[in-house]
């Protein structure tokens, strides 16, 4: 059995004191890979020495996260732009629309998104979305530049049944996390009634730690446990939960 952790920012912090036991524990836990969302430019220089120390298990995104989309964006999309003309990148992501806190910078996260969504299309690579309080807006970006290209992510998925389909009738995974492990979160019944053929999983570590372990540290060991709730509510093995969401991944990412 095979898990892929679609979305870990295991350069955080939080890892510093323990990454290696951190990568054991998820190869352990039958994580064949995972891979790393950027968050700004900051957090580039981090995630890539991630990715060159264990190239085999880590694999780079590249993007700016809608929190981080401010006035002075063009200096980060500068940057971003600089680095795919330089090497490769799994995706393009996290990106998207975050209007949870705040609405000062839509316009901005808007214009950002379209930018990152070309650069997608550009060098053919899939995106992955970063989506809070902002369907709406990010569903009309989506369709208006799908061009039957653009393939990816709802990173952390958290929306209804019908923003589920639509989602995927755009082309897109849903990536199902720790909040499907908890009974308040209302995604148990929506997340059982979509096939698991369009479902990918992911852990966002260091956040959403699942049940048994919510509150706490996130990590990639703890996949299984998402894996698990998805078996329980499609009624089907773990086996089969393992094999279908690794197939989606490996459809999205190809490398």
């Known amino acids: 059995m095979e898990l892929i952790d679609t979305h870990a920012h295991l350069y955080d912090p939080a890892f510093a004191q323990d990454l290696d036991q951190v990568i054991a524990s998820s190869q ?3 994580v064949c890979k995972i891979y790393l ?13 991630l990715e060159a120390t264990y190239p085999a298990l880590c694999v780079a995104m590249i993007g700016i996260h809608p929190c981080a989309i401010k006035q002075d964006f063009a200096k ?3 940057e971003v732009e600089a680095w795919l003309g330089k090497r490769t990148f799994a ?14 910078y839509q316009a ?3 214009q950002a998104l379209a930018i990152q969504l070309a650069w997608a299309k550009q060098y053919q690579m899939p995106i992955v979305i970063h989506c809070r309080k902002g369907f709406p807006a990010t569903l009309r970006l989506l369709e208006h530049h799908q061009d039957g290209t653009l393939k990816g992510i709802f990173h952390c998925f958290s929306g209804t ?8 009738s755009l082309g897109f995974y ?3 996390g720790g909040l499907v492990t908890f009974k308040n979160a209302g995604l148990v019944q929506t997340v059982a009634s979509i096939d698991l053929r369009d479902i990918v999983l992911e852990t966002d570590s260091p956040y959403l730690a699942p049940t048994p372990y919510r509150g706490r540290r996130n990590e990639p060991a703890y996949l299984q446990y998402i894996a698990t709730q998805l078996a329980t509510s499609h009624q089907v093995d773990l086996a089969t939960v393992a094999a279908i969401t690794t ?4 459809n999205v990412f190809k490398n």
Do not use: C, F, S
């Open 247 to 250: 197939a989606n991944a490996k």
């Open 174 to 176: 849903l990536g199902i």
């Open 37 to 49: 969302p950027n968050i700004d430019a900051d957090t580039l220089a981090p995630m890539l020495a």
């Open 161 to 168: 049944l019908a923003e589920a389909e639509q989602a995927i």
């Open 108 to 110: 901005q996260q808007e």
């Open 91 to 104: 995706a393009m992501g996290e990106v998207g629309i975050d209007l949870h806190w705040d609405r000062t």
């Open 76 to 78: 980060q999309l500068y």
């Open 28 to 30: 352990q836990a039958q």
